[in-house]
């Protein structure tokens, strides 16, 4: 189990607008260490639960909203841009982005897929968590300082 108080002092959280057991985005805000910065996009479900959790244990939060004008003019493209605005935030602050899956097996949404293969292009460290908030696979663990 991911020992959430040993992350980086920036976290992105992210994953499914349909998120059924948003109470373990919840859980791992609380274990976070009081000084953590989360950053989400602000979309329903796991960001808003992100969102939401900040408040609760009084940590900072940074919101990447999708504003309607950016949805009139890019469509859905503007997830994607969304998405590579957090992950380059996490990987300058040298944070890790946090994504819960969708399913046990990790089965992932089209944005949470997108947001890892962001990750793997600009080498920004991601844990992936099951609806349990238990780790499923992990790169660039937060407590291994890459040399």
């Known amino acids: 189990m991911l020992d959430f108080s040993t992350l980086p002092r920036v976290v992105a959280v992210v994953g499914s607008r349909e998120f059924p057991k ?3 985005v919840d859980n791992a805000i609380s274990r976070m260490s009081l000084d953590t910065i989360i950053v989400s996009g602000g979309a329903r ?14 940590l900072r939060y940074k919101e990447y909203a ?3 004008w ?3 003019i890019l469509g859905k493209r503007i997830g994607h841009v969304r ?13 890790h982005v946090l994504v819960f899956a969708l399913e046990e097996n990790g089965q992932l949404t089209a944005g949470s897929t997108n947001v ?14 099951n609806q349990e908030g238990k780790i499923l696979w992990t790169t660039h663990a937060p407590f291994v300082e890459k040399k």
């Open 45 to 58: 479900g796991v960001d808003q639960a992100a969102k939401e959790a900040a408040k609760k244990y009084k």
């Open 116 to 129: 890892i293969e962001q990750c793997k292009m600009i080498e920004c460290g991601y844990t992936v968590l």
């Open 83 to 95: 998405n590579g605005v957090i992950v380059f935030y996490i990987k300058a602050t040298k944070g």
């Open 70 to 72: 950016e949805w009139t």
């Open 22 to 24: 948003l109470h373990y």
């Open 66 to 68: 999708v504003e309607g």
